[in-house]
Every structure is written in C-alpha cells, then in structure tokens.
C-alpha cells in the first residue's frame, strides 16, 4: 500500500519559518519524482516545487528564493524548507510522487499552513 505522509504544518506568522516533511512508503521511492503542491481556498492547487528522481529542482516563481526543496533517498522523504513566510502562503500543502518514467501519481492527504499576524 502506497503512502505518502505529510508532516510539519501550523499556524505561523509573517516572516517565520516552515520545513514540511513527507515521508513514503510503497513505492521505490528512487524512481520517482517527488513534489509540493498546494491550494488555498477557492483556488486551484498548484506546484510550489519539485525535484526529480536525479535531485533537479524546480521552484514555482513565487517562492523562489524563499523555498528549498531536498530529499533523501535513503530515508525515502522529502521537504520543503519555507522562510520568509507570507499570508499568500496558508494553504494546504500536498506531497506529490510520480514514477519518472510511467507516470503513475500518488497523492498524500495534504497539511495545512496557515500564516497571520
């Protein structure tokens, strides 16, 4: 059974600092491509960052600069590393894993991050 589990959420405030866990399981996890996605209220979910089963990253503009995407394949888990905080930020952040060659998806159930003063 595959799981992807996130871990790592909160309330914070403007400015704090954030480092999202997901741990998996099910799945060998080095071939696959890891991400974050979120979804704010009445938005669409989107990509904040990737990285791929070779450790390439990619960043979503509006956090570039601020979040670093790692994993370790040995643990099979990956974060997000979130500084400079905003309130465009609070969504729910989903863990994203994908078979870099047969395009299966899984999902995890997603941890919320909220930020105010």
């Known amino acids: 059974q595959v799981q992807l589990v996130e871990s790592g959420g909160g309330s914070v405030q403007p400015g704090d600092t954030l480092r999202l866990s997901c741990a998996a399981s099910?799945?060998?996890?080095?071939?696959?491509?890891m991400g974050w996605y979120r979804q704010a209220p009445g938005k669409q979910r989107e990509l904040v960052a990737e990285?791929?089963?070779?450790?390439?990253?990619k960043y979503a503009e509006y956090v570039k600069g601020r979040f670093t995407i790692s994993r370790d394949s040995a643990a099979e888990t990956m974060s997000l590393q979130m500084s400079s905080l905003n309130p465009e930020d609070t969504a729910v952040y989903y863990c994203?894993?994908?078979?870099?060659?047969?395009?299966?998806?899984?999902w995890g159930q997603g941890t919320q991050v909220t930020v105010s003063s």
């Open positions: 990285i791929s089963s070779s450790g390439s990253t």
């Open positions: 994203h894993a994908r078979h870099n060659w047969a395009g299966i998806d899984y």
């Open positions: 099910g799945i060998r996890f080095r071939v696959y491509d």
